[in-house]
């Protein structure tokens, strides 16, 4: 083939074919990083929290007048809330999945051995957290009303009986998993806390934490003049009842004030705006990459067939076909795109090496880099097509002129 | 001459004009998002405070329990050693701050109460951190002392509750007290918001600033975040008060390395003492830091910056590459016109001169429109991230706009240095020749 006269001619222009193939190099390192990052992420916004985050919302009322009744308020509008039609559910939390807020204690097995303690997220709920949340009780059993403590400030108590998530029983017991009801665990004050069911997922409410998956549920009330009402309805009717349920607040109590009306929908797309907003940078990133490496190959590809009309001309009058011009262009454009894919490919893990380090991101799947190398020959084959059909269209009549 | 080059310049354009004008797009492109990630990093990780960051410390101390794997020292301190700190020596303005939240329950019915996010410090905040004015001042230092409910509210709540007129003298209740308004602050953004970066280094400022000792007094709601080692012995308030619970920021100014060097020692003894009786066991090489090395420490600049400079840097790279490879195509392809000039006498430095103004005229009109494919992405960076950027500071300011186009003239000159040389050692002859 022409493997070596083309390669003869490339090397009259190194300089030609070291700038395409550099640049072929860092498009290829910027997009297939780009790639992985993008899917990463979306990997990461994609995780459920375990909720049934398409039908509940949330509210916060704040009492402040001198005859605020924290107790009696919260039970009075949960019940109200309730009657509305279209609830399901309703309940108390003190945080909420993927809000980015919540509090945060460390567990241990054997009491007070603080160097096996593991982190969790804990939620302080009521009764009803579980249905209102739509979490799924895969061992033991739900709270009742027996179990909730409702208690001041001025106490550190605890409610005796937990629920766990699933995740955070297999860190703890990773011989018993779900078999884990009936332990008792101790928070950082040594109180003992009693596993009393199992949840199959629950999120922590940092969806960067590294322990995301390891939350548990206590049944505590904390008086402290703040409570957050979460609410679950009939599908299809959350939209409405968000309206509702604020307006009805509003009327019922005038010594509070209420606060952060949002759906869980709302909440997880707040929390992810970052991460959507770089995956959608990244692209524009990529688009633009390919646009002006592609043209640049146009570029160069354009100048050097106008540079060697003459030779063209002379190869058809010798009698080389159009289709032979045509593939010699084609290949030589191989030749310079794999040397940069090549290239590309070393740029492209060192560049990962970075990521891994300052971002903490995953090492690259290893089908990413010969993925992304072959793209790009692609993308340089296509860009080549039509400057090489120019010059296969070269009339050999050319080679008798001169110039 | 230079004129007369410029003319060259476009009458080259004109000869090529899908090669330049390709150009001239690669390096508007590139330029345009290096400036947007230039910019998102230039306001993210610059020097929020430029004037005194050398010059403002940060107080940490060896909190937290050896024994827990992986654990790190908490950012902020407990109440005893605020305290303590406030009185080991006043000679220095400082401030301990923290947050609250509270209900401001305005005169008459036209507005319902309604939460608000402030801030406790003490009467130095405001000079330390240059904390700008639109209406009357800060409190003085007696007032610290005295616990006297003063409040200085933000523009945005002096808007709210008093339609933006001159507040002061006028009274608020909030959290059932009555506070006096001493002054209204004027736009302060600082980024990162480096006197507190405990709940996000972009997050907004608070809306009412008031003696910090009255947090305690009145126990207010306290907001930001509180990390404990140890539980409370007791319960109740005080029991919190005196607990190895963290949840003060404290700053100090320390004008002179004389200075610096006594309130280090200061507070190493400090920190020594406490150690002997028991606390303070987490070993600390730094107590103190200044403003610049606070924001390293805790990671102010969100990693995807690095990641995203990084990436702008390769797609400029790119650009430049190209630039480089279609400059070549360019002027190697007028050889014959260079051969003419040459063969007339042209010196080689007169056509290096003109090449390199040709290469900036191309990196100018590529940078003019980079400031557009910059803006662009500005308004980008704003649809997508919203509310989550406090509003108004990120834009394109005349530092930016200039960085800008002096970065595409001269960045097009460096790719165009190669392709100038080459243009300007042809063989004339060769050429000549060939007409």
């Known amino acids: ?403 | 001459m230079f004129m007369y080059y410029i003319r060259l310049s476009l009458l080259s354009y004109r000869r090529n004009p899908v090669l330049s004008t390709l150009m001239v797009l690669a390096v508007a492109i590139g330029i345009g998002a290096y400036m947007v990630i230039f910019t998102l990093n230039y306001y993210v990780g610059g020097d929020p405070i430029p004037a005194k960051s050398d010059k403002l410390f940060h107080v940490q101390f060896d909190y937290g329990d050896p024994a827990v794997p992986n654990s790190t020292p908490p950012p902020q301190l407990t109440y005893i050693d605020a305290t303590a700190l406030l009185n080991l020596t006043t000679q220095h303005p400082r401030t301990a701050t923290s947050k609250f939240s509270a209900i401001i329950e305005p005169e008459g019915n036209d507005i319902r109460p309604f939460a608000v996010d402030g801030r406790g410090n003490f009467a130095d905040f405001f000079t330390m951190f240059d904390v700008p004015f639109q209406y009357g001042s800060g409190w003085d230092r007696s007032a610290d002392d005295s616990n006297q409910q003063v409040i200085v509210l933000s523009q945005e709540l002096n808007e709210r509750l008093f339609g933006g007129g001159n507040s002061v003298g006028e009274t608020i209740l909030m959290h059932g007290y009555n506070f006096t308004v001493v002054g209204v602050l004027d736009r302060w953004v600082p980024i990162p918001k480096f006197y507190d970066l405990n709940n996000g280094s972009l997050n907004p400022g608070e809306e009412a600033y008031i003696p910090w000792n009255l947090i305690v007094a009145m126990e207010l709601r306290r907001s930001g975040s509180t990390n404990c080692w140890k539980a409370p012995e007791g319960s109740g308030f005080q029991a919190f008060l005196n607990a190895e619970c963290a949840w003060i920021q404290y700053w100090v100014q320390l004008d002179s390395t004389a200075d610096q060097s006594a309130y280090r020692d200061l507070i190493d003894n400090y920190a020594a003492q406490q150690k002997q009786i028991g606390r303070m066991l987490f070993p600390l090489e730094k107590r103190l830091f200044d403003v610049n090395e606070w924001l390293l420490e805790q990671e102010a600049q969100p990693p995807e910056t690095r990641m995203l400079a990084a990436l702008a840097a390769m797609l400029l790279a790119v650009c430049l590459l190209n630039t480089v490879g279609l400059l070549l195509s360019k002027f190697l392809g007028k050889s014959a016109e260079l051969g003419v000039r040459q063969a007339l006498g042209a010196h080689k430095g007169s056509l290096f001169i003109q090449h390199v103004i040709e290469a900036g005229f191309i990196g100018a009109v590529g940078g003019i429109l980079g400031v557009g494919v910059a803006y662009l992405g500005l308004q980008g960076m704003y649809l997508l991230l919203g509310d989550f950027l406090s509003t108004g500071w990120l834009r394109l300011d005349i530092t930016v706009v200039a960085v800008t186009i002096g970065l595409a003239i001269a960045s097009t000159i460096v790719a165009g240095l190669y392709p100038i040389w080459r243009a300007c050692n042809i063989n004339p002859a060769i050429h000549l020749k060939l007409q």
């Open chain 1, 1 to 403: 083939m022409e493997v070596g006269p083309i390669f003869r001619a490339l090397t009259r222009n190194k300089l030609g074919v070291v700038l395409i193939a550099v640049q072929i190099a860092f498009t290829m390192t910027v997009i297939v990083n780009a790639v992985f990052i993008i899917n990463d992420r979306n990997g990461k916004m994609g995780r459920p929290s375990g909720m049934d985050e398409a039908n509940t919302f949330y509210i916060t009322s704040i009492g402040f007048g001198e005859n605020f009744n924290e107790a009696v308020t919260a039970a009075e509008d949960l019940d109200m809330i309730r009657q509305l039609p279209g609830v399901l559910h309703a309940s108390m939390t003190s945080a909420l999945p993927v809000s980015g807020s919540g509090s945060s204690t460390g567990v241990t097995v054997v009491a007070g051995q603080r160097e096996s303690s593991v982190p969790t997220a804990v939620y302080y709920v009521n009764e009803n957290a579980l249905s209102t949340m739509g979490l799924e009780l895969i061992a033991g059993t739900d709270f009742t009303a027996n179990d909730v403590l409702a208690r001041d400030n001025s106490s550190n108590s605890l409610p005796n009986n937990i629920i766990i998530s699933a995740a955070l029983a297999d860190v703890m017991f990773p011989e018993l998993g779900t078999r884990a009801v009936g332990q008792t665990i101790y928070n950082a004050s040594e109180q003992p806390l009693r596993i009393i069911g199992i949840v199959q997922q629950l999120q922590g409410p940092w969806p960067e934490w590294p322990f995301v998956e390891q939350a548990m549920l206590s049944p505590l009330h904390v008086i402290d003049g703040t409570s957050t009402y979460l609410v679950r309805a009939e599908p299809g009717q959350r939209d409405r009842l968000m309206v509702e349920v604020e307006e009805m607040l509003a009327a019922s109590n005038g010594e509070r004030i209420l606060r952060g009306l949002s759906s869980m929908e709302d909440t997880r797309e707040q929390s992810y705006r970052v991460d959507r907003a770089i995956s959608k940078i990244l692209y524009v990133v990529i688009a633009t990459l390919v646009f002006i490496t592609a043209m640049g190959i146009v570029g160069l590809a354009v100048f050097s067939i106008n540079r060697r009309k003459k030779q063209i001309g002379t190869r058809r009058a010798l009698g080389a076909t159009q289709g032979e011009i045509l593939r010699y262009f084609l290949l030589e454009n191989l030749m310079i795109t794999s040397c940069g894919v090549v290239l590309g490919a070393a740029l492209t893990l060192g560049f990962n090496m970075f990521l891994v380090q300052s971002l903490d991101m995953p090492r690259l799947d290893w089908y990413y880099a010969p993925v992304g190398m072959l793209l790009l020959i692609l993308v340089g084959q296509l860009a080549v097509i039509g400057p090489s059909q120019g010059a296969a269209r070269i009339a050999p009549a050319l080679a008798t002129r001169s110039v």
